[in-house]
């Protein structure tokens, strides 16, 4: 494909697309780039986003959250990949979720990552967090956990826990003690949750966290 010249405007945005994925794994909002490129509005953004499409250097995901893919023939350009995010997790008290069927389902929102955030991983979902419970841990409110599926996790590890007998989810540490669970948070203030072994499965573990920013 032949592609058309920039404008400045239209080269400073692709740019800033580029630093932001190499930098973050994941595409820049529409907010991000006009905070990012000092631009006037967001219908000066999409415009010009709108423009570096048809030039064939982006492709935009109406549809996915984070939705610009970057086509670039350069080398070590990153590969994009989608992945659903099916929910919500509470980084506080756990919030209850319908059952753990439920997290097989078809998701209502997906996100374009890099393949790097994945980890290449495979069986590979994301949660948006909810609370402040891994605050220590520089995950916050609103921030996004990429998770691989796993039902086994080793001590130490972030895991999606869910809790069978009070039908709740919940983003915690795990570890095994002699008789019990213990789910702890990464927040000095908060409490850790002890339970009995058989009542807890876990559903994930994280394995890249993306910030939110604003």
Request: glycine content about 6%; proline content about 5%; overall charge positive.
């Amino acid at each position: 494909m032949t592609r058309k010249a920039l404008s400045v405007k239209q080269g400073r945005i692709l740019r800033f697309i580029r630093k932001f994925i190499d930098s973050r794994g994941y595409p820049p909002t529409v907010r991000d780039i006009l905070s990012g490129c000092k631009i006037s509005s967001t219908s000066v953004v999409a415009y010009n986003l709108a423009r570096l499409e048809a030039a064939g250097h982006i492709r935009r995901h109406a549809d996915i959250s984070r939705g610009i893919e970057l086509i670039s023939s350069r080398p070590g350009n990153h590969h994009t990949i989608t992945i659903p995010v099916i929910g919500e997790i509470a980084a506080g008290e756990p919030i209850p979720v319908p059952n753990s069927d439920a997290w097989q389902t078809v998701a209502p929102e997906e996100l374009v990552v890099t393949e790097d955030l994945t980890r290449n991983k495979e069986r590979v979902y994301a949660l948006r967090v909810k609370g402040n419970s891994m605050i220590d841990a520089l995950i916050k409110d609103g921030d996004i956990v990429v998770m691989e599926y796993v039902t086994s996790a080793e001590n130490g590890d972030m895991v999606a826990a869910w809790l069978k007998v009070e039908k709740e989810a919940t983003l915690k540490k795990l570890f095994r003690e002699d008789n019990r669970v213990r789910l702890e948070p990464a927040n000095s203030q908060m409490q850790p949750i002890y339970t009995a072994p058989d009542n807890v499965e876990v559903q994930g573990k994280v394995i890249s966290v993306i910030r939110q920013l604003v």
